[in-house]
């Protein structure tokens, strides 16, 4: 991540403008590591976002007020307490490093004026937001707690005394000569490795940019100076996924040269900041929600596979149970030969002429025994009437299950997540938790994937089951056609005729969104069945997306999107 000290040089500036003299009015802590300051100007309501976060370490300004708990944490409480009405003076950068300083006018209690400081410490996984009290020079509170046990060095707790993080021995960005960075680069064969160990305040591909920028020098001044002019260039680098992977104030040439990445200009730094760390957040949330998921229906999945494997087994005996029918026979046409306390007889099978031997309880009478037998074999039967109903029951579950997982590996957004926690709520598999009163669930409305194929017709897919089944069964119409991949979880997709006739074009292409949107996206060739909707049926009590269909066809496509989707 490129959150340097020359980005936080042009953050400071822009935090500078927007916020000095500046009127704090609330204070909010979203999440154990974020906080929220809402700061009144003379240019309207400005929202101060900080993060200590090890993933999300940032300070920047947000248009939108996040979802804050009911009940504010203890360091909320804390900056409520000090700083509710305190005047923003100043905001500066200490030193070259990555650290903001925000000094306040506040009064006490009694009226009279006092200082505070609110510094954040942008390092990774150390970062900090610490209130400090300037007459003492001690910490009021911070947002993390650092006790001996966890850095011998520098313990960050309430009323020790602030120290700064070690200086480094490097050459701070701004105050660099040009014979230091001739020094540096001159005869190097990795100049960009010398910059980020000799200079302070520089990230790793800020360093390349400045090696592969021509006069390193004359590179860096430039960069203060537009920094300091407030011309810089904010951006965000994007992949092949859109997903965000690093922002800076300059173009960087470790993204420039290489055409997996394009670029996404701002008209702020804070706006690029903001996109980024959302997108990356939004990334990082999804998927840890996505492995969440997936944990639990994995071991659901684990259960049902072993429950089926018990089922088998039994029915595989069940089917092999016609011996007891005839134990039970052989023993009632040879009672005579059993005498009492035996524990086996050996008989000749009126079927075959085969000697059979048979099993014998001593405790019970030969009439007994054959009794018995006949139990375990009228027993087997009713068994594997039984056995087959629960062996296609589980094996229901087990396909359920594995198309939840499937939409699980697809889902990209918190939303597609959360509607398929609550369809496993409403199957059953979830215990269901009663929401705040406050928070009332929202009425779910299907948002299915929709595109637009080449002949203009408009195709869409089902993001979870639930949205299989209204799609299949309220939003097409019988004339529609039905594609879903062959025996493999996916999703149901829909080619919306409106009384034309698809093309071998249409076909295609809808079959290979169908395998796009399916548990073998990332394979090749993959079978997709197609068909009327009005073939498409489900039998009552079935679960959420299980359709049975006739009059199909199949296709075999690579799965892909339309152009421009």
């Known amino acids: 991540m490129s959150y340097d ?3 936080t040089r042009a953050m400071v500036r822009e935090l500078s403008e927007a916020l000095t003299l500046g009127k704090i009015e609330k204070i909010y802590q979203p999440q154990p590591e974020q906080l929220l300051f809402v700061i009144h100007t003379q240019r309207g309501k400005r929202r101060l976002f900080l993060s200590a976060s090890g993933n999300h370490s940032a300070a920047y300004l947000v248009s939108e007020t996040p979802e804050n708990p009911a009940k504010p944490p203890v360091f909320c409480m804390v900056l409520r307490k000090h700083l509710n009405a305190a005047r923003i003076t100043s905001v500066t950068q200490h030193e070259n490093d990555r650290i903001i300083e925000i000094l306040l006018e506040t009064t006490n209690e009694l009226g009279f004026a006092e200082n505070r400081k609110l510094i954040v410490e942008i390092m990774g996984k150390h970062s900090n937001v610490l209130l400090i009290n300037m007459e003492t020079g001690r910490i009021i509170d ?9 850095n011998r060095a520098r313990q960050i707790l309430p009323g020790k005394a602030y120290e700064y993080p070690p200086a480094q021995s490097k050459i701070p960005f701004t105050e660099v000569t040009r014979e230091q960075m001739t020094a540096l680069t001159d005869g190097q064969l990795q100049p960009e490795r010398s910059l980020l160990a000799g200079i302070q305040g520089i990230s790793p591909v800020l360093a390349q940019a400045i090696a592969s920028g021509g006069d390193a020098y004359t590179f860096l001044r430039h960069l203060i100076d537009t920094i300091d002019q407030g011309t810089i260039t904010p951006l ?3 992949d092949e996924d859109d997903k965000p992977v690093d922002f800076h104030i300059l173009p960087l040439s470790v993204y420039e040269e290489d055409p997996r990445y394009r670029a996404l ?3 702020t730094l804070s706006e690029a900041a903001g996109f980024y760390f959302a997108g990356r957040e939004s990334s990082n949330t999804v998927k840890q929600k996505s492995n969440d998921l997936q944990r639990v229906v994995k071991t659901h999945l684990d259960k049902l596979k072993l429950k089926m494997q018990r089922l088998e087994e039994d029915l595989f005996k069940a089917e092999n149970s016609d011996k007891y029918r005839l134990y039970g026979e052989l023993l009632t046409a040879n009672l005579h030969l059993v005498n009492p306390g035996m524990k086996e007889v050996t008989v000749t099978s009126y079927y075959d002429g085969a000697d059979v031997k048979i099993p014998l309880d001593p405790k019970y009478t030969p009439a007994k025994n054959a009794q018995h037998y006949f139990k375990r074999y009228a027993k087997a039967k009713t068994a594997i009437k039984e056995k087959k109903l629960q062996i296609e029951e589980t094996t229901a579950d087990i396909e359920y299950l594995e198309s939840v997982a499937s939409f699980v590996d697809l889902a990209k957004t918190i939303e597609e997540i959360d509607l398929l926690r609550r369809e496993l709520v409403d199957s059953g598999y979830i215990r269901y938790r009663k929401p705040p009163k406050n928070g009332a669930q929202k009425k779910y409305k299907p948002q299915p994937y929709t595109y637009k194929l080449t002949s203009g017709k408009i195709v869409m897919a ?3 089951n639930n949205e299989n089944d209204w799609l299949t069964m309220k939003k097409a119409s019988g004339q529609d056609l039905w594609f879903h991949t062959k025996d493999i979880p996916g ?3 829909i080619l ?3 009384g034309n006739e698809p093309t071998e074009e249409d076909l295609c292409e809808t079959a290979a969104i169908a395998a796009y949107h ?8 993959v079978p997709v069945d197609y068909t009327k909707v009005r073939y498409v049926k489900k039998p009552s009590g079935a679960k959420p997306g299980f359709v049975i269909f006739t009059h199909n066809r199949t296709l075999y496509v690579d799965p892909r999107l339309p152009a421009g989707d």
């Open 5 to 7: 000290g020359v980005v």
């Open 142 to 150: 911070s947002i993390k707690h650092v006790s001996i046990d966890v």
């Open 236 to 238: 965000v680098y994007l």
């Open 265 to 267: 200009h701002f008209d």
């Open 462 to 464: 089902g993001r979870n």
């Open 491 to 493: 999703s149901h997709v």
């Open 496 to 498: 919306f005729l409106n």
């Open 518 to 525: 399916s548990k073998f996206s990332s394979s090749g060739n």
